[in-house]
T-cell receptor, first 117, second 113 residues
Framework: GAVVSQHPSRVICKSGTSVKIECRSLDFQATTMFWYRQFPKQSLMLMATSNEGSKATYEQGVEKDKFLINHASLTLSTLTVTSAHPEDSSFYIC?????????????FGPGTRLTVL | AQTVTQSQPEMSVQEAETVTLSCTYDTSESNYYLFWYKQPPSRQMILVIRQEAYKQQNATENRFSVNFQKAAKSFSLKISDSQLGDTAMYFCAFLQGAQKLVFGQGTRLTINP
């Protein structure tokens, strides 16, 4: 299957700082990428849909000014957690949509564990 | 809105046994995709198998196969000859058109030696 990378895999930061997470589709172009948050022992919660060259679409209850998303190219989307607080500590996962003529599948990155002290 | 339900929070079987994970969904659409994703302890989401709703034939990937019952809106995953490496959370997911993936709550599968 297609490969999606995510960097960093782990990050620890102080409260009030900003953290950027990168998501890259390595062997296909993705006009659409997604950002999820996952709490322990729960399913994935969609935060936002990232569209190349346009503004992201945020799910209800997700603060767009806190979770900045940029999708500047067909292979890269970034999520910046601004002014992070301990309650933002979580596991963040990105996915990239491979929507060719014969497929429509999301492939996931390995995730980023964010710990805010 | 589409919903996906996995009614088995946890399952446990012995190595080499066959296990079936259940998934039902609700939609009024006729064209869509269904997926099973696996999330092992590493937390990497791995695509196990996909099914296009317009295909009557059940998808198969080696030891993994599905029983897709479109009229019943059921999409179960069968794992044959289960292996220790199959231990993971399994998520059923639904995709229609350009919309977002809708996930089930997940089933925690443990394969015992």
């Amino acid at each position: 299957g297609a490969v999606v990378s995510q960097h960093p895999s782990r990050v620890i930061c102080k409260s009030g700082t900003s953290v950027k997470i990168e998501c890259r589709s390595l062997d296909f172009q993705a006009t659409t990428m997604f950002w999820y948050r996952q709490f322990p022992k729960q399913s994935l919660m969609l935060m936002a849909t990232s569209n190349e060259g346009s503004k992201a679409t945020y799910e209800q209850g997700v603060e767009k000014d806190k979770f900045l998303i940029n999708h500047a190219s067909l292979t890269l989307s970034t999520l910046t957690v601004t002014s992070a607080h301990p309650e933002d500590s979580s596991f963040y996962i990105c996915s990239a949509r491979d929507s060719g003529r014969y497929t429509d599948t999301q492939y996931f990155g390995p995730g980023t564990r964010l710990t805010v002290l | 809105a589409q919903t996906v339900t996995q009614s088995q929070p946890e399952m446990s079987v012995q190595e080499a046994e066959t296990v079936t994970l259940s998934c039902t969904y609700d939609t009024s659409e006729s064209n869509y995709y269904l997926f099973w994703y696996k999330q092992p302890p590493s937390r990497q989401m791995i695509l196990v198998i996909r099914q296009e709703a317009y295909k009557q034939q059940n998808a198969t990937e080696n030891r993994f196969s599905v029983n897709f019952q479109k009229a019943a809106k059921s999409f179960s995953l069968k794992i044959s000859d289960s292996q220790l490496g199959d231990t993971a959370m399994y998520f059923c997911a639904f995709l229609q058109g350009a919309q977002k993936l809708v996930f089930g709550q997940g089933t925690r599968l443990t394969i015992n030696p």
